[in-house]
């Protein structure tokens, strides 16, 4: 390899990051190449739009998970394939493991039964297609029922999640409106994070669903806490408009209207 022409090697790889994809580019460097290229079978384009849309970033997501105490996946086979898998297989162990007589819970959302759905403490089965809509519904019942739990401007978010009320969404869905009453409390009332992505994402709502998980995050009133999002790494757009390591400042673009999923 040391005898090849300068830029005659590349390197193909899936969407890494952190230390091995620093060992990359730093072995490419060394041959004298920047031909670093990425294949990834389910693109997370969908995800980088809705962060543009919502942080102001078009950036990849890294999520704490081991400091939540109730993780709810919405299609997010993080166990598995989805982005940093190891990584996240690490902060699942840390909170769903058993600690002072308290162990994690972890909910997955998604018509299909993944590995991470098989991993799950409870797996609901929604209509396909429509996860973003059981997000949204979630979100309707914090800031209508828990709002003593959630940002002071969560109130705003009102108009937006209207349609969303749980016996409406029940019917487009297949998830009674019981539980997801029963989820958007557990969720207020512990330190919470929701995920996007994998197959919930991959289908022609994929964005609106990435967007709509982001107000059960940022209305669960644990802005910056335990199991937050981190603002965006890297990516091509501006910096995040939430403070670092703060979500309740992130909210819909105000000119987008209602969202639908």
């Not at 990849?60 to 993780?71: G, I, N, T």
């Not at 802005?223 to 703060?246: E, Q, S, T, Y």
Request: glycine share 10%; charged share 20%; aromatic share 6%.
């Amino acid at each position: 390899l040391k005898a090849a022409p300068a830029g005659s090697v590349w390197f193909l790889t899936g969407n890494e990051g952190g230390s091995f994809e620093r060992l990359v580019r730093d072995w490419l460097d060394a041959l004298g190449s920047r031909h670093a290229v990425t294949f990834e079978p389910f693109a997370h384009e969908a995800l980088r739009e809705a962060n543009r849309r919502v942080f102001g970033s078009a950036a990849m997501p890294a999520y704490r998970l081991a400091d939540a105490e109730c993780v709810v996946s919405f299609g997010a086979d993080f166990l598995a394939v989805w982005l940093s898998p190891v990584e996240h297989a690490r902060g699942f162990s840390a909170t769903h493991g058993y600690h002072d007589g308290r162990m994690g819970r972890y909910v997955h959302v998604e018509p299909r039964l993944s590995l991470s759905a098989m991993s799950a403490d409870e797996w609901i089965a929604p209509v396909p297609g429509t996860e973003g809509a059981v997000a949204l519904a979630m979100a309707h019942v914090i800031v209508n029922h828990h709002l003593d739990r959630a940002p002071a401007d969560a109130v705003e978010l009102r108009p937006l999640l209207q349609p969303y009320e749980p016996d409406e969404v029940a019917e487009r869905t297949g998830v009674s409106a019981e539980v997801i009453h029963r989820l958007a409390a557990e969720f207020a009332t512990r330190p919470s994070l929701a995920l996007p992505g994998g197959v919930g994402t991959q289908h022609r709502h994929a964005e609106l669903t990435a967007v709509a998980v982001n107000p059960p995050n940022s209305r669960a009133g644990h802005g910056g806490g335990p199991g937050r999002l981190r603002p965006p790494r890297g990516g091509d757009g501006p910096p995040p408009a939430a403070p670092p390591g703060v979500v309740g400042a992130a909210r819909p673009h105000p000119r987008r209207g209602r969202l639908v999923a």
